[in-house]
Structures are given as structure tokens and as C-alpha cells.
């Protein structure tokens, strides 16, 4: 679940800032962000954040917001498997309203090229060296095979051949491919040494060591461990203190988290 709750954090703080909007259900509001595209059918870990928010509203009702407990949750996923922890800044407020649109034309695509993923980060006050840093989530985690049949069916000079062929015979029998081969569940740097060696396995993924402005960083973190863990932490925080003032000012303390009560 490592690598659905770090995605539920990022997949809220790109919408209207990071105010758990992406927990509100259907049933909650109608312009709920689960039925986005980049979240329906992928998106999970809702009943980790229920629970937990269960268990602190037994302690001290209505005071931790599950917009932090995202960011808690976030942080403590990746230093249990093996990546780097960091203080997170509290005090965030629960959005009343969610958006549907905005998830459809505010989180990354799968397929797009570096230029656009620095453009789309930059807009959320992240830089070129935040997005490569945050795609390292990459590193655990799965994808479904329509996120990247077009990639490994391309015959393309950006892919390695066997690379390919292995996750063409993996689709086949499965519905679910690791984003990293080599070491699925272990946060690490991995997943930039398969980008140096077209393995990729998003086109988001291998676009940003394709003879491009991002090149240099992912070089640096693929040979440095240490120094993308401790990049990651940064930009996670980065990402973390991203508000959309109205949010901000308007925000409540949900005490459920998929509900608006």
C-alpha cells in the first residue's frame, strides 16, 4: 500500500492544493475526484486514511484534519519501505468542495513528454529537479498495462527490446506491471538506472532521460542514492505546502474523511 498512499497525497495536493479533497466520495459531493480519470480504478488506500482518521477522532475529536493525516500517511509509507522520512508541516484545513475537472486537467499524464511535466509541476510552484525527485515514487508501485501498451508495442529506439518483450508477455496474464523491475517493493534508486537503460516503463517515466533538460539529474540521482532520497524528502515537503487560498481560508476539519460532516 506504500505506493498508493504516497500517490493519494500527490494525486491531492495537484488539486485545489492539498486539502483531502480527493477523499470525498460520491456520495459526498457530485464532482468527486475518485471517477477522474487519472484516479478511477487506480487510486486506493481510502480505508488507511479512514482508519486512521477513526482512531485519532478517538483521542482528539475534530483537531487533525485528513488532509494531514495524508501527508503523515505519505511520509510514513516510505520510511517503512526503505525511503526517506521527513518532518511534515501540520496544520492543513478539509476542503468542502472537490473537483472532477480540475483532477482530469491538473495531474500528470502518463504520457506526456519532459517539456510538458515541467510545465505542469512549474504551475504548482514545483522546479524541473521537484518533478524529477517526485517521479522517483516510481520506484514501488505498479501500472496497469493500458498506461503503457503503446509504449512497449512501439518498436521505438527509447525502449530496450527485451525490456519490451518481457512486459508485452506480462500483459498477457496480468493486468499490473512494477513500475521498477528490479526491486518493485524497495525504495531506492533503481527506477533511475532503468530510465539510463530505456526501461522505463511509463512514457512520463523515460522522458526524462530522452536527450533532454532533465538528463543531467536523473544521471546524478541514479548514482547517488543518497542524494535523491534526501531531494525527494525536499520536494515532498515542497509539495506538501501547496493551498489553493480559497481552500485555505474556507477549509473545515472533517471528522469523516470521505464525507463532508
Same mark, same amino acid.
Given at each position: 500500500?506504500?505506493?498508493? =498512499?504516497? +500517490? =493519494?497525497? %500527490?494525486?491531492?495536493? %495537484?488539486?485545489?492544493?492539498?486539502?483531502?479533497?480527493?477523499? !470525498?466520495? @460520491?456520495?459526498?459531493?457530485?464532482?468527486? @475526484?475518485?471517477?477522474?480519470?487519472?484516479?478511477?480504478?487506480?487510486?486506493? *488506500?481510502?480505508?488507511?486514511?479512514?482508519?486512521? #482518521?477513526?482512531?485519532?477522532?478517538?483521542?482528539?475529536? @475534530?483537531?487533525?484534519?485528513?488532509?494531514?493525516? !495524508?501527508?503523515?500517511?505519505?511520509?510514513?509509507?516510505?520510511?517503512?519501505?526503505?525511503?526517506?522520512?521527513?518532518?511534515?508541516?501540520?496544520?492543513?484545513?478539509?476542503?468542502?468542495?472537490?473537483?472532477?475537472? !480540475?483532477?482530469?486537467?491538473?495531474?500528470? $499524464?502518463?504520457? /506526456? &513528454?519532459?517539456? @510538458?511535466?515541467?510545465?505542469?509541476?512549474?504551475?504548482?510552484? =514545483?522546479?524541473?529537479?521537484?518533478?524529477?525527485?517526485?517521479?522517483?515514487?516510481?520506484?514501488? *508501485?505498479?501500472?496497469?498495462? $493500458?498506461?503503457?501498451?503503446? +509504449?512497449?508495442?512501439?518498436? *521505438?529506439?527509447?525502449?530496450?527490446? *527485451? $525490456?519490451?518483450?518481457? +512486459?508485452?508477455?506480462?500483459?498477457?496474464?496480468?493486468?499490473?506491471?512494477?513500475?521498477?523491475?528490479?526491486?518493485?517493493?524497495?525504495?531506492?534508486? &533503481?527506477?533511475?538506472?532503468?530510465?539510463?537503460? #530505456?526501461?522505463?516503463?511509463?512514457?512520463?517515466?523515460?522522458?526524462? $532521460?530522452?536527450?533532454?533538460?532533465?538528463?543531467?539529474?536523473?544521471?546524478?540521482?541514479?548514482?547517488?542514492?543518497?542524494?535523491?532520497?534526501?531531494?525527494?524528502?525536499?520536494?515532498?515537503? #515542497?509539495?506538501?505546502?501547496?493551498?489553493?487560498?480559497?481552500? /485555505?481560508?474556507?477549509?473545515?476539519? +472533517?471528522?469523516?474523511? &470521505?464525507?463532508?460532516?
Amino acid at each position: 500500500m506504500a505506493a498508493s =498512499l504516497i +500517490r =493519494l497525497h %500527490f494525486h491531492d495536493c %495537484f488539486v485545489q492544493g492539498c486539502d483531502a479533497s480527493i477523499l !470525498l466520495s @460520491e456520495a459526498a459531493i457530485s464532482t468527486s @475526484e475518485r471517477t477522474a480519470a487519472p484516479n478511477a480504478g487506480s487510486a486506493r *488506500g481510502y480505508e488507511v486514511i479512514d482508519a486512521a #482518521k477513526a482512531e485519532v477522532e478517538k483521542l482528539c475529536p @475534530e483537531v487533525v484534519s485528513c488532509a494531514d493525516i !495524508l501527508a503523515v500517511a505519505a511520509r510514513d509509507a516510505s520510511f517503512a519501505v526503505g525511503g526517506p522520512s521527513w518532518t511534515v508541516k501540520l496544520g492543513r484545513k478539509d476542503s468542502t468542495t472537490a473537483s472532477r475537472d !480540475l483532477a482530469n486537467s491538473d495531474l500528470p $499524464f502518463f504520457g /506526456s &513528454n519532459v517539456n @510538458e511535466l515541467i510545465a505542469n509541476f512549474a504551475r504548482k510552484g =514545483l522546479s524541473a529537479r521537484d518533478m524529477v525527485a517526485l517521479s522517483g515514487a516510481h520506484t514501488i *508501485g505498479q501500472a496497469q498495462c $493500458f498506461t503503457f501498451s503503446d +509504449r512497449i508495442n512501439s518498436n *521505438g529506439s527509447d525502449i530496450d527490446a *527485451g $525490456f519490451a518483450s518481457t +512486459r508485452i508477455r506480462g500483459c498477457r496474464n496480468a493486468n499490473l506491471a512494477p513500475l521498477d523491475l528490479v526491486t518493485p517493493n524497495s525504495f531506492d534508486n &533503481n527506477y533511475f538506472k532503468n530510465l539510463i537503460q #530505456k526501461k522505463g516503463l511509463l512514457e512520463s517515466d523515460q522522458t526524462l $532521460f530522452s536527450g533532454g533538460p532533465t538528463d543531467s539529474i536523473v544521471s546524478q540521482y541514479s548514482s547517488s542514492p543518497a542524494t535523491f532520497k534526501s531531494d525527494f524528502a525536499a520536494a515532498m515537503i #515542497k509539495m506538501g505546502d501547496i493551498i489553493d487560498p480559497a481552500t /485555505s481560508q474556507n477549509g473545515v476539519i +472533517r471528522r469523516i474523511c &470521505n464525507a463532508l460532516n
